[in-house]
C-alpha cells in the first residue's frame, strides 16, 4: 500500500491509528484460529480424537514434533511483529501528542524507553 502524504494532517493519524488496529485484530483472530488447529493436531496424534487409529512410530513423533515446533515459532514471530506494531502505533500517539504541546518540536525517537516507564506507571503494569 502506497505512503498517502494526506495521513499527516491532523484528524488522518487517528483513522491510520484505527486501521492498524483494526489489521492487528484480525491477525490475532487468525492466530487464534491457527493454534486451535494445531492444538487439534496434537490431540489427535496423541489418540485423544478416535478419528485416529493407527499407532506412530519414533520417527513420527520425532517429524510431528518438529513441525509444530515451527508453526508455533512461526506464530510466536508473528505475535512479536503485531506486539510491535502496536508499540509504534502508541509511541506515534504519544509523539503526535507531544508535537501539539511543545509547539511543533520534534519528540526525540530515543525517549520510547522512558515513555514506556512512563506508560507502565501510569497504567501500573509491570513489564
Known sequence: MPFDPSLRESGHW????????????AEEEALATLMNAEAQKIL???HQDPAFSNAPSSQEYIQFNYAITRM????LMTK???MKKMDSILFFQSSEKEL???GGAIPDPKRMPEYW???????????
Open 80 to 82: 512479536w511483529m503485531l
Open 100 to 102: 501539539k504541546e511543545s
Open 44 to 46: 489427535a496424534f496423541i
Open 72 to 75: 508455533m515459532d512461526t506464530i
Open 14 to 25: 487517528d483513522e491510520a491509528a484505527a486501521k492498524l488496529l483494526s489489521s492487528i485484530s
Open 117 to 127: 516507564d512512563e506508560l507502565a506507571r501510569d497504567e501500573g503494569m509491570d513489564y
